[in-house]
């Protein structure tokens, strides 16, 4: 009986050491896979913003094209963004803000929805206003956005296909 017990006693001390020995080795690939996801990139608030930006002036020439397939994409690209913005920024104070956008967006997805340029042009203006509303509220008010005057890329058509 006492052989058993030396035996169960030498097993369960082998089981905790192997025991010791997993915990330690699985928190060492978790501080492993912490290090590189907090080393991998992750955009920033001014990528983000530029991307927007380029999808601002597109809508803007899909809108006057009276595209609406692409204008539709185009405002859905910048809500996608915001979208983006709120999950990847939430530490920058500037994100708070953001919701300021939503009833421009429903202006144009209203325009966009009616194909009616008039109401396309008023919401355009209201979207871009609310950007630089946005941009001063957070202190950004050197950032002006204004509504384009030439297309911020030469190699897209943007009338709508026959």
């Keep these: 009986m006492k052989i058993f017990g030396f035996f169960l006693a030498l097993f369960l001390l082998q089981a905790c050491r192997q025991h010791a020995n997993d915990r ?11 290090k590189q996801l907090d080393e991998s990139y992750k955009p920033g608030l001014g990528e983000f913003m530029t991307g ?3 999808h601002h002036a597109k809508l803007w020439f899909a809108g006057q094209n009276q595209n609406w397939a692409l204008a ?6 910048m809500q996608e963004s915001l979208e983006d913005i709120q999950k990847f920024c939430r530490d920058r104070p500037e994100v708070k803000a953001i ?5 421009a967006f429903d202006s144009i997805n ?3 929805r009616l194909k009616n ?15 630089n509303n946005c941009h001063q509220a957070t202190k950004h008010e050197f950032n002006v956005v204004t509504i384009p005057t030439g297309p911020p890329v ?4 943007f009338r709508p296909a026959k």
């Design 72 to 77: 539709d994409f185009e405002i859905h690209e």
């Design 52 to 54: 927007i930006q380029v």
């Design 24 to 34: 330690s080795e699985m928190n060492s690939k978790m501080d492993s896979l912490q």
């Design 154 to 157: 030469t190699n897209q058509d």
């Design 117 to 131: 340029i008039v109401l396309f042009k008023s919401g355009f203006i209201l979207l871009t206003n609310t950007c």
């Design 99 to 103: 919701g300021m956008i939503n009833p």
């Design 110 to 112: 209203n325009a966009i």
